[in-house]
């Protein structure tokens, strides 16, 4: 008989199971106390019931765990620092979109060299998050492929769906499954309804397929996930701005949804230029300090060092601490910023009070 199927596939191995991943890898109490009380933090930024600023800061995305981790140790002392004013959690992003094609991230290609060697990265960006979690910093991430959540969303306090995903309904189902608070991103043109209507899809129960703890293709049937929120990320042109911002809060009123958001200090909001998202957040700052509501956190594309390198053919070319994706500002223009946002939010709280 002719053959019917695979005519385009040239290899399936199969991986380890999520639940087998988590028992090489477990989590004990005290990592799953800063998980939990993440979520709870973010929650009640989000319901308006903590009046600190969420403050999603890290790399843009993760291709060496050793540098990883010594950011995340450096950050996990400006959170216990910032407590009474920010709510600072590290961005861990291990899977990234491609427009055409690329790196596709450190759990698809962990060693940089096409081997896609995923059970590799799987294990290792656990093992990262895990580590992050035990310095007392919870993590932040962006889930891709919908199966990838299975093995690491445990050790997650926050979630993204990318603004290339926005539109997906297998993105959103996942996001309703969620156990965190999801952001949805504005599309990459810049329009903000179908945001909008991820967050109220998401917020609904679903039925769809994935797979079980043991790997098993499985109906996954969801409770709706109550916590989903608007980013604005810029489009064609940037979208952080008092306006726009007012522009935002009308779509979210009139879906019936809370005017609350976050507002992202890089991507299109920056041109992607790191050294133009401290001016995004001079202007995030101005606004809060004239009184907005609406803007509950901001998200920041950070690093050891500032801007980003081409992503050579020869992995041991790379330079130490810089991004191999969308430019970072460096750990020390990071800490300024932080203070700094720390000093006008503590202003506002001193007038609340």
């Not at 060299?113 to 932040?140: M, Q, V």
């Not at 306090?157 to 965190?180: C, F, K, P, V």
């Amino acid at each position: 008989m002719e053959q019917l199927h695979d005519l385009r596939v040239s290899r399936i191995k199969r991986l380890s199971s999520p639940g087998a991943l988590k028992d090489k890898l477990p989590v004990n109490d005290r990592i799953a106390s800063t998980v939990s009380s993440g979520r709870r933090e973010v929650e009640n930024i989000l319901n308006g019931t903590d009046n600190r600023l969420l403050v999603i800061v890290g790399p843009c995305s993760i291709h060496n765990v050793d540098a990883a981790l010594v950011y995340a140790e450096k950050l996990s002392g400006m959170r216990s620092e910032l407590r009474s004013e920010l709510c600072i959690l590290m961005r861990v992003y291990f899977e990234k979109p491609r427009t055409t094609v690329g790196w596709k991230g450190f759990i698809n290609d962990p060693h940089l060299d096409d081997s896609y060697d995923i059970e590799h990265g799987l294990y290792y960006a656990r093992k990262l998050l895990i580590d992050i979690n035990a310095l007392g910093l919870p993590a932040a991430t962006e889930f891709l492929d919908p199966i990838t959540p299975q093995y690491v969303a445990d050790v997650v306090s926050w979630a993204a769906i990318g603004a290339r995903t926005i539109e997906s309904q297998t993105h959103r189902q996942m996001a309703s499954g969620l156990s965190m608070p999801v952001g949805f991103k504005n599309s990459t043109d810049g329009r903000i309804n179908v945001a909008v209507d991820a967050i109220r899809s998401a917020m609904h129960p679903h039925s769809f397929l994935g797979i079980d703890r043991e790997g098993h293709s499985s109906v996954i049937t969801t409770k709706g996930n109550p916590y989903g929120h608007l980013v604005l990320r810029g489009g064609m042109t940037p979208n952080y701005d008092a306006q726009s911002i007012a522009a935002a809060e009308q779509l979210l009123e009139k879906a019936g949804l809370s005017q609350t958001l976050l507002v992202d200090c890089s991507h299109a909001n920056s041109g992607k230029k790191h050294a133009q998202q401290l001016k995004v957040w001079e202007n995030i700052l101005e606004q809060k300090a004239r009184g907005n509501r609406s803007i509950a956190g901001v998200m920041i594309e950070s690093n050891l060092c500032s801007g980003n390198q081409p992503f050579p053919e020869d992995p041991e070319k790379l330079r130490y601490g810089v991004s191999i994706t969308d430019e970072c500002i460096s750990w020390e223009e990071t800490e300024r910023m932080l203070r700094q946002g720390a000093d006008v939010i503590a202003k506002l709280m001193s007038k609340e009070a």
